[in-house]
């Protein structure tokens, strides 16, 4: 920043700034590293969600609880992040007056394995 009586240098400066930025996002975004905790939280019952979630492979928790409304199902989902956009058209597809939130996970105590339905099949028969 040599000339700062040139505010053309200014702009230039925000513009790789925020080119920088937004390139960023898109590369991860793309790569789609790492864990998501999605949060359901529904008033309908959520059975037949959580069915198709594990019937696809996903673990999922269950937790009955109260709001100011009633009784509500909470449903948490930890997923690798390329799933995503799959859970989240299921849960809309079950459920689309479902509240959910997702955050990013920097670290799972045990290793999430992805099963498809057939192995989650399996699994559940030898129990």
Same mark, same amino acid.
């Given at each position: 920043?040599?000339?700062?009586?040139?505010?053309?240098?200014?702009?230039?400066?925000?513009?790789?700034?925020?080119?920088?930025?937004?390139?960023?996002?898109?590369?991860?975004?793309?790569?789609?590293?790492?864990?998501?905790?999605?949060?359901?939280?529904?008033?309908?019952?959520?059975?037949?969600?959580?069915?198709?979630?594990?019937?696809?492979?996903?673990?999922?928790?269950?937790?009955?609880?109260?709001?100011?409304?009633?009784?509500? =199902?909470?449903?948490? $989902?930890?997923?690798? @992040?390329?799933?995503? /956009?799959?859970? &989240?058209?299921?849960?809309? +597809?079950?459920?689309?007056? =479902?509240?959910?939130? $997702?955050?990013?996970? @920097?670290?799972?105590? /045990?290793?999430? &394995?992805?099963?498809?339905? +057939?192995?989650?099949?399996?699994?559940?028969?030898?129990?």
């Amino acid at each position: 920043m040599q000339n700062l009586d040139n505010w053309i240098c200014y702009v230039a400066f925000a513009g790789g700034f925020a080119a920088g930025n937004y390139t960023g996002m898109i590369i991860d975004e793309r790569l789609a590293l790492g864990y998501e905790l999605v949060r359901v939280i529904t008033k309908a019952k959520a059975g037949g969600l959580v069915r198709a979630l594990r019937n696809e492979g996903y673990g999922t928790t269950q937790v009955q609880a109260y709001s100011s409304e009633g009784e509500v =199902a909470i449903v948490y $989902i930890i997923i690798n @992040r390329k799933k995503l /956009k799959s859970v &989240v058209e299921m849960i809309r +597809k079950f459920n689309p007056r =479902a509240s959910y939130t $997702i955050e990013d996970i @920097r670290h799972v105590s /045990k290793d999430i &394995v992805y099963r498809r339905s +057939k192995d989650y099949k399996t699994d559940q028969k030898r129990k």
